[in-house]
């Protein structure tokens, strides 16, 4: 069973920096995409950033600068290295991923339980 675990959520204070790691578990044959979501209280779900394959990137307008997503294949891993934090980009972060597990059945999407980020003014 594919699983996905987010760590280094937080708590800091604006202009500080936090970086969350999504490790994917378990029989998997191939990751397409990788990436971070953020659900803020009384909003939608939102795309932060994702990475598809080995370098094409997606980040939303508001982390544009301020945030960088990579990715270690040979771990499964995921990063977002986030600088620059302000209080509105206190959300819970949810990892995602594209891929096709280790039976081979068909790509399909996974979602981490989500880490809390809070960010003080």
């Known amino acids: 069973q594919v699983q996905l675990v987010e760590s280094g959520g937080g708590s800091v204070q604006a202009g500080g920096s936090l970086r969350l790691s999504c490790v994917a578990s378990?029989?998997?044959?191939?990751?397409?995409?990788m990436g971070w979501y953020r659900e803020a209280p009384g909003k939608e779900r939102e795309l932060v950033a994702a990475?598809?394959?080995?370098?094409?990137?997606n980040y939303h307008s508001s982390v544009k600068g301020r945030f960088t997503i990579s990715r270690d294949n040979t771990k499964n891993t995921v990063y977002l290295q986030m600088n620059s934090l302000k209080p509105e980009d206190t959300a819970v972060y949810y990892c995602n991923a594209v891929l096709m597990p280790g039976d081979y059945s068909d790509y399909a999407e996974y979602w981490g339980k989500g880490t809390l980020v809070t960010v003080s003014s």
């Open positions: 990475l598809q394959g080995r370098d094409t990137t």
């Open positions: 378990g029989s998997i044959y191939s990751i397409n995409t």
